[in-house]
């Protein structure tokens, strides 16, 4: 089935990397290369999710870029507004600081920090009403996978954020789907499985909102320049979310030209 044409997305998420020397580096020759080659804006979105300490520092040095790149947080405070919450960032701060999207539920997160449903509906809830972005993460265990719940198990995480998305707000989302076994591997799910998820994921989307067919789902899970192109020609992979390949600017600049030139 065609739906929407869909713009790419692909973002880089830094994690708890790198220095700050390493990263100003890591902007200089991102720069360089859409310098001497641009990236069209309207072939594909390209964001960066460093750390928030970092976040006004890159956004900075990005602004001589030949070409927009998105600010991506990579949370945000279950807590709304400002006040005494030591050590957490609000939606409201992020936006305040021009930062435009913000990554929610990511497996690490939800794994080693305990954001549990109720944690991230919080979050997304937020996020949503502060104006932000949301790049919602998804993704089986592989014990899940082995068991045959996967499916299962991402559909429900679709679900599990149903009753805090308001209709007029489901354009405000982005999916991302990242098998935890594929993170920071080098294994990566083969663009048939990708592709049969990522359909599943559209039409659990599509059941809930009419959006759904329309949103951009990335694939996230040892995405690097030599299985980009694959992945890119799936029709329901419409971007990339990159954790290490990102910290190198020519791979990461190779993944998001993957994207452009094939959608
Ligand atoms: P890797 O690309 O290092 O596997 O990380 C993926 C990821 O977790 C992006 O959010």
């Not at 991102?30 to 890159?58: F, T």
């Not at 602004?63 to 927009?68: A, E, G």
């Not at 435009?100 to 809830?125: M, Q, W, Y």
């Not at 920071?184 to 009419?210: C, F, N, V, W, Y």
């Amino acid at each position: 089935m065609s739906g929407p044409a869909i713009t790419p997305w692909v973002v880089g998420n830094w994690k708890m990397n790198p220095m700050r020397a390493d990263a100003k580096q890591l902007v200089q020759e991102l720069k360089q290369l859409l310098l001497n080659q641009n990236i069209e804006e309207s072939k594909c979105h390209i964001g960066v999710s460093p750390v928030a300490l970092e976040l006004q520092s890159i956004q900075a040095q990005f602004s001589d870029c030949s070409r927009s790149i998105s600010m991506v947080a990579q949370d945000l405070s279950r807590v709304a507004g400002t006040g005494a919450y030591t050590g957490e960032i609000s939606a409201e701060l992020l936006k305040d600081s021009a930062v435009e999207c913000v990554l929610v539920g990511h497996s690490e997160r939800r794994e080693v920090f305990g954001d549990t449903p109720a944690v991230l509906n919080e979050k997304i809830k937020n996020a949503l009403n502060a104006g932000l972005t949301v790049i919602y993460c998804v993704g089986e265990s592989l014990e899940q996978r082995e068991s045959g719940q996967a499916e299962h198990t991402v559909l429900q995480q679709i679900c599990d954020i149903a009753s805090v998305v308001q209709p007029e707000q489901w354009n405000k989302i982005i999916v991302a789907y990242e098998p935890i076994w594929a993170i920071g591997t080098g294994k990566t799910a083969s663009p048939e499985d990708a592709q049969a998820m990522h359909a599943k994921i559209r039409e659990g989307l599509s059941q809930i909102s009419p959006a759904g067919q329309g949103m951009a789902i990335l694939y996230g899970g040892s995405v690097k320049p030599e299985n980009a192109v694959e992945l890119a020609a799936c029709p329901d992979i419409n971007g990339a979310l990159v954790g290490g390949a990102s910290l190198n600017a020519e791979s990461f600049y190779k993944i998001a030209q993957a994207f452009a030139n094939t959608k």
